[in-house]
């Protein structure tokens, strides 16, 4: 088992930045991949951003160029820079860890104001 915990949502006007955080306990040395998804009420939840143990990863088209995913030196952490952030950012985030399975974080609000 893999425990998932989000961390750095909130509301910011249009243009700002935030930084997500998600640590991954438990398991962790089964962990092949950790990503970003984002769902808003009504819609599916889609991916964002995706980084595997080999630092390949994955851009959801409408965050190219604004959104970068890295990991933290103790490779069960990720972050998720999130700069020019417009309004149809806003959604819950969701941290998914890869591992012998699929484990999800609670989720985080990110509101972007006009």
């Known amino acids: 088992q893999v425990q998932v915990v989000e961390s750095g949502g909130g509301s910011v006007q249009a243009g700002g930045s935030l930084r997500l955080s998600c640590a991954a306990s438990?398991?962790?040395?089964?962990?092949?991949?950790m990503g970003w998804y984002r769902q808003t009420p009504g819609q599916q939840r889609e991916l964002v951003a995706r980084i595997t143990v080999d630092d390949r990863t994955d851009y959801a088209d409408s965050v190219k160029g604004r959104f970068t995913i890295a990991r933290g030196s103790a490779k069960d952490t990720v972050y998720l820079q999130m700069n020019s952030l417009k309004p149809e950012d806003t959604a819950v985030y969701y941290c998914?860890?890869?591992?012998?399975?699929?484990?999800w974080g609670q989720g985080t609000q990110v509101t972007v104001s006009s």
């Open positions: 438990g398991r962790t040395f089964t962990i092949k991949s």
């Open positions: 998914n860890v890869g591992a012998l399975g699929s484990f």
